[in-house]
């Protein structure tokens, strides 16, 4: 049997190695690179939307549990109104007749306003606090849009990064490194707001 021909795959890896050099290999390792950190930032920016975004849903549900409990409050608080009021008829229509009313009815009525000044102060009370969960959601929110424009950007430096590597173009590669520069600096505004 005739031996195969013996191929020195040594000097051919090192052949394709220096070819991939020559065609561009060292541009696609580091554009290579620079998609994976850009992928990397953009995982955690998006984790920053999604997190601002349901902590904001909290607390805008806390805003709506609170403004349900303040109309319970002033609902109560007009109830409250009525009452004393039917009260007050109820001793205007003894004196009408030139009679003394009972004094029940004067009671009465003072004590259904001293709970409407109590009624009141709670209502007002939730109303405050309703705003504050409300404002701070309206914050989180924001941050969420921050967050969210820089995983777009972020994703469109990748898009430039896989154009780059797929047309071994530096300019493009240079759009892509911008771009994603552009999208950092707007994650980090975000965290630090």
Do not use: C
């Given at each position: 049997?005739?031996?195969?021909?013996?191929?020195?795959?040594?000097?051919?890896?090192?052949?394709?190695?220096?070819?991939?050099?020559?065609?561009?290999?060292?541009?696609?390792?580091?554009?290579?690179?620079?998609?994976?950190?850009?992928?990397?930032?953009?995982?955690?920016?998006?984790?920053?939307?999604?997190?601002?975004?349901?902590?904001?849903?909290?607390?805008?549900?806390?805003?709506?549990?609170?403004?349900?409990?303040?109309?319970?409050?002033?609902?109560?608080?007009?109830?409250?109104?009525?009452?004393?009021?039917?009260?007050?008829?109820?001793?205007?229509?003894?004196?009408?007749?030139?009679?003394?009313?009972?004094?029940?009815?004067?009671?009465?009525?003072?004590?259904?306003?001293e709970e409407q000044s109590e009624i009141q102060k709670k209502a007002k009370d939730l109303?405050?606090?309703?705003?504050?969960?409300?404002?701070?959601?309206?914050?989180?929110?924001?941050?969420?849009?921050?967050?969210?424009?820089?995983?777009?950007?972020?994703?469109?430096?990748?898009?430039?990064?896989?154009?780059?590597?797929?047309?071994?173009?530096?300019?493009?590669?240079?759009?892509?490194?911008?771009?994603?520069?552009?999208?950092s600096i707007l994650f980090v505004m975000a965290i630090l707001r």
């Open positions: 049997m005739p031996e195969e021909p013996e191929v020195e795959t040594d000097k051919l890896h090192k052949a394709i190695e220096e070819e991939l050099e020559h065609e561009g290999g060292a541009l696609l390792r580091q554009i290579a690179l620079t998609t994976a950190l850009f992928a990397a930032l953009a995982a955690l920016a998006a984790l920053r939307a999604g997190s601002t975004v349901n902590e904001a849903l909290v607390f805008k549900t806390e805003a709506a549990r609170l403004q349900a409990e303040a109309s319970d409050q002033w609902t109560y608080y007009q109830a409250k109104g009525i009452k004393a009021a039917v009260q007050e008829a109820s001793r205007t229509s003894w004196l009408a007749i030139g009679k003394e009313p009972p004094p029940v009815y004067e009671q009465n009525q003072k004590r259904y306003s109303e405050k606090e309703r705003d504050e969960k409300s404002n701070e959601a309206d914050h989180l929110l924001h941050a969420h849009h921050w967050f969210a424009y820089s995983v777009a950007i972020l994703q469109v430096a990748i898009a430039l990064g896989a154009v780059g590597a797929l047309t071994r173009n530096r300019l493009v590669w240079g759009l892509s490194l911008l771009t994603g520069l552009g999208a």
